[in-house]
């Protein structure tokens, strides 16, 4: 398959969504995004990668984060399903609602309250952003990326949801690093700055069954698996089943307007476009990945 120019016609295709929907403007640094930008880069398990458009511009990859975040923590052990459940919330990506009934223990991983979870267990085993960041680096070979400075600052004064999530859960002992601690590094690793190039390789190991692009192993087969079972049913919050009804892959979304999904045995694709949808997804992005699962055939279903 030649995938450049199945990306060039993607993007043609997609060309009316570009612009739709509006970006992110509860954290003031992502409203300033020029909602027309779209890129996509495809990140083959052989090591070629694709790209079109925008595709070599950084970009906040907010809570696209967390699937790293995940694989990270999973690396150390199991421990963190403990803490944390495998179900689709249903409900907004911040929301407090279900937190009081299911005894602080968050829906998922991908939800806010989960990621938050996830990150203070990472935190346990030392600097959890700064071993995000060694990791994106190595992977995607690009030892630029770094936090957006201005996007953190914006995003740390404007944190009292997350803020709210983190101490109603430490009051059921489900936070256990000092709460000021856990935003600051969840803060710095939603700010991260990384083109849709540099996701894609750094996500392409769960196309490849744990399998790093050194050939090192991060995780197990069963763990990788596992994370792509939970982007599928929990990735791109209470819109996982539209997600999977329209692209049928694993998938992870974050209101910067990239969506990183994956194709087992294949390749890592990523796509960013600022305009969000209601839920928090990218209308252009969705679009794309639509197309891209339409015309190859790479659907898990
Ligand atoms: N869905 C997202 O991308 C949300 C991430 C954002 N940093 C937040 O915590 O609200």
């Not at 970006?23 to 909602?35: G, K, M």
């Not at 030892?143 to 430490?170: C, K, Q, W």
């Amino acid at each position: 398959m030649d995938l450049a120019a199945l990306l060039d016609r993607i993007a043609d295709d997609v060309t009316p969504e570009i612009g739709r929907g509006a970006v992110a403007d509860y954290i003031p640094a992502l409203a300033q995004a020029d909602p027309h930008r779209f890129g996509m880069a495809v990140a083959e398990v052989d090591g070629s990668l694709h790209g079109v458009g925008d595709w070599r511009q950084p970009f906040s990859i907010q809570s696209m984060s967390k699937v790293f975040t995940l694989a990270l923590t999973l690396a150390h052990g199991d421990d963190v399903w403990t803490r944390v459940g495998r179900e689709p919330s249903g409900n907004p990506f911040n929301s407090l609602v279900q937190l009081e009934n299911e005894d602080g223990i968050p829906r998922n991983p991908f939800i806010n309250a989960g990621a938050l979870v996830v990150t203070d267990e990472l935190a346990s085993h030392g600097d959890a952003a700064g071993a995000l960041l060694t990791f994106l680096r190595e992977e995607s070979g690009n030892p630029g990326i770094g936090v957006d400075a201005e996007v953190a600052t914006s995003e740390a004064g404007h944190a009292d949801r997350n803020r709210a999530l983190a101490y109603f859960m430490a009051s059921y002992g489900n936070i256990r690093n000092p709460v000021p601690d856990v935003l600051a590094q969840y803060v710095r690793q939603c700010s991260i700055a990384m083109s849709c190039a540099d996701v894609a390789r750094s996500a392409v190991f769960l196309a490849r069954h744990g399998l790093r692009n050194d050939g090192t192993r991060l995780l197990g087969l069963s763990a990788a698996k596992r994370i792509n079972a939970v982007m599928l049913t929990c990735g791109t919050y209470d819109a996982a089943g539209e997600f999977a009804y329209r692209v049928g892959l694993p998938g992870k979304s974050g209101v910067g307007g990239g969506i990183v999904a994956i194709v087992p045995g294949r390749c890592a694709v990523c796509v960013w476009s600022p305009g969000l949808d209601a839920r928090g997804n990218s209308v252009a992005g969705v679009a794309a990945l639509d197309r891209f699962t339409t015309l190859t055939g790479w659907s898990i279903f």
